[in-house]
């Protein structure tokens, strides 16, 4: 059973800047694993922000970038808005027609 | 613009069956990799099943023999049938249209605003 890790909790102040990370139970996460991120505020649906590591979906701002990070796949908010506060969650392709959802970060902006 | 609406959900009884739709506007389902994801109330998101453009179709290891995912061409509509449903399968269920990578690896946009599955006596 494949589990994707992911920080619990992060807390940041307005216009700090804040990284997340996204890592296998066993082994390290590369491009390969085409990592994807989003973001949900709650009772609202998903919203993507990263696909295939580095790239950013249309309109979302250029705080907002993704990496690989040693043997994680990482998510950097850079100059973090009150509007941030959310919860993010990675996706990570295995192959064969599965993916993956990390546990899921709640961010919190103060 | 590129819509995805899923309706269907409600509450239904410990193995009862549901079938959840997701109709899509602005582009075409067949043409497209789709999947489903769902989410426990407060909890994480949790991928649940893709359909192939040539119908193959993969579930998550929680939902196979139980679940189907399907698509209504004529309709430009998704489905995912739920059999034997348990009270852990209650969850907002979100569609969701499938992109290519350059590469084998996928993402998901757009996202529906996602229907509610109760399992409950």
């Known amino acids: 059973q494949t589990v994707v890790t992911q920080e619990p909790s992060f807390s940041v102040s307005p216009g700090g800047t804040v990284t997340l990370t996204c890592g296998l139970s066993?082994?390290?996460?590369?491009?390969?694993?085409?990592p994807s991120w989003y973001q949900q505020t709650p009772g609202q649906a998903p919203r993507t922000l990263i696909y295939?590591?580095?790239t950013r979906s249309s309109g979302v701002p250029d705080r907002f970038s993704g990496s690989i990070l040693g043997n994680k796949a990482a998510l950097t908010i850079a100059g973090a808005q009150a509007d941030d506060e959310s919860d993010y969650y990675c996706?990570?392709?295995?192959?064969?027609?599965?993916?993956?959802f990390g546990t899921g970060t709640k961010v919190t902006v103060l | 613009e590129v819509q995805l609406v899923e309706t269907g959900g409600g509450l239904i009884q410990p193995g009862g069956s549901l079938r959840l739709s997701c109709a899509a506007s602005?582009?075409?389902?067949?043409?497209?990799?789709m999947t489903w994801v769902r989410q426990a109330p407060g909890k994480g998101l949790e991928w649940v099943s893709v359909?192939?453009?040539?119908?193959?179709?993969y579930y998550a290891d929680s939902v196979k023999g139980r679940f189907t995912i399907s698509r209504d061409n004529s309709k430009n509509t998704l489905y995912l049938q739920m059999n034997s449903l348990r009270a852990e399968d209650t969850a907002v269920y979100y569609c969701?249209?499938?992109?290519?990578?350059?590469?084998?690896?996928?993402?998901?946009?757009?996202w529906g605003q996602g229907t509610l599955v109760t399992v409950s006596s």
């Open positions: 969701a249209r499938v992109l290519p990578a350059v590469g084998p690896g996928w993402w998901f946009d757009p």
């Open positions: 602005g582009f075409t389902v067949s043409s497209n990799y």
């Open positions: 359909i192939y453009r040539g119908g193959s179709t």
């Open positions: 066993s082994g390290s996460v590369s491009t390969s694993y085409y």
């Open positions: 295939s590591t580095n």
């Open positions: 996706v990570l392709y295995m192959g064969s027609g599965i993916s993956v």
